[in-house]
Antibody
Framework: EVQLVESGGGLVQPGGSLRLSCAAS????????MSWVRQAPGKGLEWVSV???????YYADSVKGRFTISRDNSKNTLYLQVNSLRADDTAVYYC???????????WGRGTLVTVSS | DIVLTQSPATLSLSPGERATLSCRAS??????LAWYQQKPGQAPRLLIS???NRATGIPARFSGSGSGTDFTLTISSLEPEDFAVYYC?????????FGGGTKVEIK
């Protein structure tokens, strides 16, 4: 079955860090564009970061310098290292497979990150 | 960044009725607009890409149209499972951006 399963979210204090994981099955992460998209409570969707099949990475201005996207080809898993967390980073973080035409054709169920003291 | 404005924010309709959702872009995105459906506690699901191309497995009652700055998602006859929030997303320019969503609720 083709699916994405995120993990790693939780409650963290401002300034803290987490590593989010997204395990893929049914397809190869390294052969695809893979993105993270987040959704703050009661809000809309915000694209966060992408890693291309060739390895290039890009970030939204709101997270640049604080978040790092990566992948482990041997584990077929996507990661998002989130550092220097702020209250406005509180959101459900989804991983999504991005097509070469820049829309998202497969999403995981998300993992909740709550930044609070 | 391209801003996508969806209207109305909430659409109250009965099963069997036609739903018309709008998405307006702050600048032209050509035909590169996608639509997603999201139900409470679930991930978004791709409905439409490139303004009018239905994704695999999406029923024919969902259709998309438009180009440039004005786009429409139409649900021809609402089924009970269609009551959800719908988001548009432009896939023409970086950064990729989403609209604020339209909630289709049962009247």
């Amino acid at each position: 079955e083709v699916q994405l399963v995120e993990s790693g979210g939780g409650l963290v204090q401002p300034g803290g860090s987490l590593r989010l994981s997204c395990a893929a099955s049914g397809f190869t992460v390294s052969s695809n564009y893979m993105s993270w998209v987040r959704q703050a409570p009661g809000k809309g969707l915000e694209w966060v970061s992408v890693i291309y099949s060739g390895g290039s990475t890009y970030y939204a201005d709101s997270v640049k310098g604080r978040f790092t996207i990566s992948r482990d080809n041997s584990k077929n898993t996507l990661y998002l290292q989130v550092n220097s967390l702020r209250a406005d980073d509180t959101a459900v973080y989804y991983c999504a497979r991005e097509t070469s035409n820049w829309y998202f054709d497969l999403w995981g169920r998300g993992t909740l990150v709550t930044v609070s003291s | 960044d391209i801003v996508l404005t969806q209207s109305p924010a909430t659409l109250s309709l009965s099963p069997g009725e036609r739903a018309t959702l709008s998405c307006r872009a702050s600048q032209s995105v050509s035909s590169y607009l996608a639509w997603y459906q999201q139900k409470p506690g679930q991930a978004p699901r791709l409905l439409i890409s490139d303004s009018s191309n239905r994704a695999t497995g999406i029923p024919a009652r969902f259709s998309g149209s438009g180009s440039g700055t004005d786009f429409t998602l139409t649900i021809s006859s609402l089924e009970p499972e269609d009551f959800a929030v719908y988001y548009c997303q432009q896939h023409n320019n970086w950064p990729l951006t989403f609209g604020g969503g339209t909630k289709v609720e049962i009247k």
